[in-house]
């Protein structure tokens, strides 16, 4: 895969990763439906998850592609609010938009 692919599928990725959490009642996605319906915390904490795992995806094709740059605590905090960010609409839609009644 190039380098370019690489980048796309890991934004394709975490785009979809930080959306899952607000789209469903499933515990980590394909678990039991939650009963009762999950509270924000619970969404949250799916949420960390979906950004260390695709962080564990991106290292991973970092790592194909050749030698993994030094990342510090700068890195971490971009990537982690650029996630927040990219879960917006999820949280919209679950908490603004979606009647509930």
């Known amino acids: 895969m ?3 692919g ?3 599928l890991v934004i394709v990725a975490a785009l979809i990763a930080a959306n899952l959490p607000f789209a469903n009642q499933r515990w980590l996605v394909v678990g039991p439906v939650a009963q009762p319906k999950k509270g924000l915390p619970v969404r949250i904490a799916e949420l960390v998850l979906a950004y260390f795992l695709v962080g564990g995806l991106a290292l991973l094709l970092e790592r194909r592609a050749g030698q ?7 890195f971490y905090a971009i990537t982690g609010t650029l996630f ?15 009647r509930h009644g």
Do not use: H, K
């Open 2 to 4: 190039s380098l370019t």
């Open 6 to 8: 690489s980048v796309w």
């Open 68 to 74: 993994i740059a030094p990342q510090g605590w700068e």
């Open 84 to 98: 927040l960010t990219l879960a917006f609409p999820g949280f919209v839609y679950r908490y603004l938009l979606r």
